[in-house]
């Protein structure tokens, strides 16, 4: 692994109107490019992805001055598409497609004085059927399914679920872009209204205007660039489309246990080894899955394992250092990309963690089905 990301670029992020996905994905990028100290002109690989409600077309990099590419694709699998950008611009890298490559992500879900809405961006033959007759069409309630499963197997509690929801907006106060800094409790969960049971809307993530893009270059030439280098140890997918009948592990078991498995042993490290875990959180439940499948605990232990502030300031592991999708902002797979960015170059000010040498960033898409790991280090990866 020779590859390194150099620049990060973030848009105004929230209640961000009038502004499409396009405009915000030009602004993202110019400043990731302005941020690693290079021009347009030394970009030769773009990547871009869009959410649900506007799609980006390759058309765009002529907005950003950029005459001649060896690498430009509109990519989406969903949540884990930021990890899955990173590991395509290595890969390119590495082979000598492209040197500089711009990955980036832009979403705008929120309309001004109108009602966001969600529709499944499949069918729902077969199986899925079940979603259209029951009226389980959306993530809330599908992500309930997954998390009340949990529960009804392992024992898991609403209070666990909880206490993730607490930890992280005790992150978020040190973040100036979260969106939500007050801190909260475990009974103001509780308190909040049930959106889907046993999901709570503290369990709930953000919707979020805006768009981040980040610059992937190779080690070599990022020694030579302003910021210090977050360097790419290792990377891996594992997607798990819904498969709904008897015996199967969805909603139990996810992805990461394969994503986890292959970035980890590419960057030649173990979950012992990690410093700071930055994970995809649009609902409590996903975090609590994704850490008992990449092996921070054993399955069905993570309702123990998040207890008593585990994973708050102080706590026994750093996770979701800015506040993550719950509290600061929902920019899909680059939530958790950006915060360990952010940390491995030292920049998290008040939150910065204590130890933040090595990073796991994990993306999540669909319904708990698609799924990317990203290794994340201070200094290049040992030979």
């Known amino acids: 692994m020779n590859a390194a990301i150099v620049g990060l670029g973030m848009t105004e992020l929230g209640k961000v109107f009038g502004r499409s996905a396009a405009e915000l994905t030009v602004e993202a990028i110019t400043r990731a490019v302005a941020d690693a100290g290079l021009t347009m002109g030394d970009v030769d690989g773009v990547l871009m992805s869009a959410g649900l409600g506007e799609e980006l077309a390759p058309h765009l990099v002529a907005e950003l001055g950029i005459s001649t590419l ?15 950008m990173i590991a395509q611009a290595c890969r390119a890298i590495a082979d000598g497609s492209a040197t500089t490559v711009v990955c980036s992500f832009a979403d705008v879900p929120m309309k001004e004085k109108t009602a966001t809405t969600w529709s499944a961006p499949m069918t729902n033959a077969g199986y899925r059927g079940w979603t259209i007759a029951t009226g389980a069409t959306t993530p809330n309630v599908q992500y309930a399914l997954a998390a ?8 898991t509690t609403t209070e666990q679920l909880a206490e993730i929801a607490v930890a992280q907006r005790a992150w978020a106060a040190g973040n100036p872009l979260a969106r939500f800094r007050e801190p909260i409790t475990i009974a103001d969960h509780q308190a909040s209204p049930m959106i889907a049971d046993p999901l709570h809307r503290l369990d709930c993530c953000l919707v979020t205007n805006g768009a981040i893009a980040v610059v992937v270059t190779s080690a070599d030439r990022a020694a030579d660039l302003p910021h210090p280098a977050v360097h790419i140890w290792g990377y891996g997918e594992g997607h798990r489309p819904r498969v ?17 498995r292959r970035a980890l042993a590419r960057a030649g490290v173990t979950t012992a080894d990690i410093d700071v875990v930055e994970l995809y959180d649009c609902y409590t439940y996903t975090v609590l899955v994704s850490l008992e499948d990449y ?8 309702g123990d394992f998040v207890s008593d502030g585990a994973l708050a300031p102080g706590g026994r ?18 939530t958790p990309l950006s915060e360990a960015i952010i940390q491995l170059r030292g920049d998290g000010g008040s939150r910065q963690a204590p130890n933040s040498d090595l990073a796991l960033v994990s993306g999540n898409g669909g319904i708990l089905e698609y799924h990317s790991t990203t290794i994340l280090g201070r200094s290049e990866k040992p030979a």
């Open 244 to 260: 709904l009948h008897r015996d199967s592990t969805w909603g139990i078991e996810t992805g990461a246990v394969e994503s986890g």
């Open 148 to 155: 009340r499963r949990h529960m009804e197997r392992y024992g």
């Open 317 to 334: 592991l750093s996770v979701n250092t800015g506040g993550g999708q719950l509290s600061s902002y929902y920019m899909w797979g680059f």
């Open 295 to 302: 092996g921070f605990c054993a399955k069905g232990e993570g």
């Open 70 to 84: 060896g690498l430009l694709a509109v990519t989406s699998t969903f949540g884990a598409g930021a990890g899955a």
